[in-house]
């Protein structure tokens, strides 16, 4: 069985959107979570933990690879 875990959680829909969407495009299967409840009820965010970024557990380093090498290339 395959795990999952929350990589990482957002306060921000596009932010999370743009990550998820890159970690796909990488061949990184993933999802959000409460993106909708945080959307409609902002001021329920923190109480929710945010939108949340689910990974399986054996992407976690390829996912944070990835995110490194996209922020250093996009900070250059």
């Known amino acids: 069985m395959k795990e999952t ?4 959680t957002y306060d921000n ?9 890159l970690l796909l495009q990488n061949g990184v299967e ?14 329920f965010s923190s ?3 945010g939108i949340r970024l689910h990974i399986f557990e054996k992407d976690t380093d390829l996912a944070e ?5 996209y922020y250093e290339s996009v900070d250059k």
């Open 5 to 8: 875990k929350v990589l990482k």
């Open 13 to 21: 829909l596009a932010l999370a959107n743009l990550e998820r969407d």
């Open 30 to 43: 993933c999802f959000l979570s409460d993106e909708n409840i945080v959307q409609l009820y902002p001021m």
């Open 47 to 49: 109480p929710f933990g």
């Open 65 to 69: 690879k990835i995110f490194n090498d």
